[in-house]
RNA sequence: GUCCCCAUAGACUAAGGGUUAGGUCACCACCCUUUCAAGGUGGUCGUAGGGGUUCGAAUCCCCUUGGGGACGCCA
């Protein structure tokens, strides 16, 4: 049985790149009818909060990714205290009473000399009688692992294929620190053996990890796993995608208005393909077509643009019923207490203009009264005294009239035609009145969705 | 700096020795049209550079350049 696990830290909110990992876990489990393990891998306690977990468990829900098992490493610490002193006793460690201070030192001379930095192995040579003499004095000790001095690890990647490593790049990592806590290298490990995890799937910023680990997982006698390293996402001055860059939360884009399938099909766009000549899949299919091997190597650039596409194709396939219940909140928010009756019109209207669910705030005229005029149109269509006068006369006309679409727009052009007019010479400067604004949906629908009233008011206030 | 990874248009990607280098977003033009959007039609833009291998290279190899990642008692 195919078993995946998604392993955040809950030191931040769910960021749009662990969701894009997590996204991967869970169609790879999906497509292969395997399971999703979410791991919170909570083991620094300086960092780590309830809040955050509880923001990935939220997250990971509203974008749909179900899991299967969870797991925290905070309650399983007497496991890899047990693993931990097998390694010792196997003698595949040793204790290190190097301390930070000295640590901090030796790299800044590395530094320095502008030589790469590495543990020298000061207390692996370290003579026995020195050991026990710093032991007997109680000093504070890590627990590091004794890397193979010579030799190559190699790791062949699902995605990227054979990559090899020199053993004597790699360090003598702490497995276990100075309060007893192991650290992320040495549970990751045990974590992933234990549970049985059959494929790896994480960010390539964990390529230079994994030879490490594999070492790790020989000492211990585990069966490696297969590894599946995925390019990471990229802000669009490539640099990483980062708050400042203006990618952030999962949370944040639900409040921004995306919707969690636009985000999904986004993400899953990211660094992978699923057909030459198709993009937008429903989950189903998304889940049919994903396979590792159509993973990409390269780093992938966030596209707002994209996604804001995305978000609008969505929407628009929804009904006016469905996106009037979403759209409700961000109204809400903005201080407006829709009419279902008014707002289920105003979305009809709407439905297609949206890129983001926020962007019904734009539609505002319909619930408030209008206060602000668009400068530019009032310069452009209230200046003039002659087309004031034609405004007048329109609004005195257009009164008499019954205001559905149709008749409204008859009416319209029909008093265009006799005043020598063209249809927008009139359409424009009624729209502004109307809304204060020059762009909205068709002037005739708004007008019947506001009603013979509203318009009346508005047109005889504006001049 | 050292190690590792990567390189098809502005962005995401397809093609894995032989294609007029395909699709999508964006952009431009036109159509529709009361504005905007949506929709329709058409278009501009790409194999980073240099060497090899080969009858033939986007594709395989090498170098250069560029980008990214890692180098914590973080994960």
Redesign the pocket.
């Known amino acids: 049985m195919v078993t995946v696990r998604f392993?955040?830290?809950p030191?931040g909110n769910l960021h749009i790149g662990g969701a894009r990992t997590a996204l991967f876990n869970y169609l790879f489990a999906k497509n292969q009818k395997g399971k999703l393990i979410l791991r919170i891998?909570?083991?620094?306690k300086?960092?780590?909060k309830k809040e955050y977990e509880e923001n990935i468990f939220a997250s990971m829900k509203w974008l749909g990714l179900e899991w299967d098992e969870v797991y925290r490493?905070s309650e399983r610490m007497e496991i890899y205290k047990e693993y931990a002193k097998k390694m010792e006793t196997s003698g595949h460690t040793y204790r290190?009473?190097?301390?930070?201070e000295e640590?901090d030192q030796k790299?800044k001379i590395?530094?320095k000399l502008?030589?790469?930095?590495?543990?020298d192995g000061t207390c692996r040579k370290l003579p026995a009688e020195d050991l026990s003499k710093k032991e007997n004095e109680g000093r504070?000790?890590?627990v590091r692992f004794k890397m193979p001095l010579t030799g190559q690890t190699i790791l062949n990647?699902l995605?990227?294929?054979?990559?090899?490593?020199?053993n004597t790049?790699l360090?003598d990592?702490?497995i276990s620190?100075?309060?007893g806590?192991p650290?992320?290298?040495f549970?990751?490990v045990v974590d992933d053996a234990l549970m049985q995890v059959t494929h790896i799937i994480r960010?390539?910023?964990?390529?230079?990890?994994t030879p490490r680990q594999i070492q790790l997982y020989t000492a211990m006698g585990f069966k490696l796993p297969e590894f599946a390293?995925i390019?990471?996402i990229?802000a669009?001055?490539?640099?990483?995608l980062s708050k400042r860059a203006g990618a952030a939360a999962v949370t944040e884009y639900k409040e921004e208005g995306y919707l969690p399938i636009a985000i999904v099909n986004f993400l899953a766009?990211?660094?992978?393909?699923y057909?030459?000549?198709?993009?937008?899949f429903p989950l189903s299919e998304i889940i049919n077509r994903f396979a590792l091997k159509?993973?990409?190597?390269?780093?992938?650039?966030?596209?707002f643009?994209?996604l804001?596409?995305?978000n609008?194709?969505y929407i628009?396939q929804k009904t006016e019923a469905e996106i009037a219940v979403l759209v409700r909140p961000f109204l809400l928010n903005a201080g407006i207490t829709p009419d279902e009756s008014l707002l289920l019109k105003v979305v009809k209207l709407e439905k297609?203009?949206?890129?983001k669910l926020t962007d019904i705030t734009d539609a505002k005229y319909f619930f408030t009264e209008v206060t602000e005029y668009d400068t530019a149109g009032m310069e452009k269509h209230f200046k003039d005294p002659l087309k004031i006068e034609l405004f007048k006369k329109f609004r005195g006309e257009i009164a008499g009239i019954d205001f559905k679409?149709v008749e409204l727009?008859a009416f319209t052009?029909s008093f265009a035609e006799k005043n020598g007019k063209?249809?927008?010479e009139l359409?424009?400067p009624v729209?502004l009145a109307l809304t204060g604004?020059?762009?909205?949906?068709?002037?005739?629908?708004v007008m019947e969705v506001l009603g013979k009233d509203v318009c009346l008011k508005r047109l005889g206030k504006i001049v």
């Open positions: 392993a955040p830290s030191t891998e909570d083991t620094d300086e960092r780590s490493q290190c009473y190097c301390t930070k640590l790299r590395y530094e502008k030589k790469p930095y590495k543990y504070p000790y890590v990647d995605v990227r294929g054979k990559i090899t490593f020199e790049e360090d990592i702490i620190r100075t309060d806590i650290t992320y290298n549970c990751v960010g390539e910023d964990h390529i230079s990890n390293h390019p990471l990229l669009s001055d490539k640099s990483r766009l990211l660094g992978c393909s057909s030459a000549t198709e993009e937008i159509n993973v990409n190597k390269s780093p992938a650039i966030f596209d643009t994209k804001d596409y995305l609008g194709y628009r297609e203009r949206l890129k679409t727009e052009r063209k249809l927008g359409v424009h729209r604004k020059l762009i909205s949906p068709g002037l005739f629908e």
